[in-house]
């Protein structure tokens, strides 16, 4: 442990500004250097190297770190500790689906990546980076183009490259479920009868298509699911919009916030 401390408060990490890392979040790393202690990554994308030490690489124990990694190697992170002068990553701390969510990301960064060099092969790192400060990442943008095609006019892209875009979105999205987290409050006297009015009213003709839950006052969960994208997108943008206006007549407050993931 001393050899790895003095590595770690030696190892001079600058990280730039324009790399908004966060702690607990994960990223797709590549293997630079393999240590007695540990490893040193390159978060994907970025300049920036972190470390990984032996007893973060596995949830069993390692022995020799050569025994889970080789330089070059893709290993998914998550950030455990983010300072000017050490930035610590994290393997065993990453759960199943936290894994397949970061490899289907890095997926199709990389595939609308190549999509849009092919279309602007001269200045594809100008467009790439104008979508990311739009949006703030590709797989943002290609979620806002599944849910609104609409989404492309705040990238001014060729008619091409829309097309080309709209194809790649509908051969690779898959039916999605939309979830929303509702709070609703209301200070008079028979509030809780009045939010329970509000939230048992059929905003839809089929209620099959949504679900209600509470999860803990004033909070709520709308989960949508009309089984076709389209459709449960209708769905989900006809809910809330009566919910706006029903809300007024129910005489409660409504915020509402989509729920990622």
């Known amino acids: 442990m001393q050899v790895c401390k003095i590595f770690i408060e030696t190892c001079h990490y600058i990280i730039p500004m324009s790399e908004a890392l966060e702690v607990g979040k994960v990223y797709v790393c590549k293997v630079k250097k393999l240590l007695q202690h540990g490893i040193i990554v390159q978060i994907d994308e970025t300049d920036t190297e972190g470390f990984i030490h032996i007893s973060e690489l596995s949830k069993r124990w390692v022995r020799d770190v050569k025994d889970i990694a080789k330089e070059n190697d893709t290993v998914i992170c998550k950030l455990t500790r983010l300072e000017p002068q050490s930035i610590e990553l994290s393997i065993k701390r990453i759960t199943d689906n936290e894994k397949r969510q970061a490899l289907k990301e890095w997926s199709l960064n990389n595939r609308l990546n190549k999509l849009i060099e092919s279309n602007y092969p001269k200045n594809s790192a100008e467009i790439i980076n104008n979508i990311k400060k739009t949006f703030g990442s590709l797989y943002e943008f290609y979620t806002e183009i599944s849910k609104n095609k609409s989404a492309l006019e705040a990238v001014k892209l060729s008619q091409q490259a829309n097309t080309a875009l709209l194809d790649f979105v509908e051969k690779t999205r898959k039916k999605i479920v939309l979830k929303t987290e509702l709070t609703v409050q209301c200070?008079?006297?028979?509030?809780?009868?009045?939010?329970?009015?509000?939230?048992?009213?059929?905003?839809i003709d089929d209620k099959s298509h949504y679900t209600l839950s509470y999860i803990k006052a004033p909070k709520y969960s709308l989960v949508v699911d009309a089984g076709d994208t389209k459709k449960t997108l209708s769905e989900n943008k006809k809910i809330l919009d009566a919910m706006d206006k029903k809300a007024k007549e129910f005489g409660v407050s409504l915020k509402y916030k989509e729920v990622k993931g």
């Open 187 to 203: 200070t008079s006297e028979d509030g809780i009868d009045a939010i329970k009015k509000f939230l048992l009213f059929p905003y």
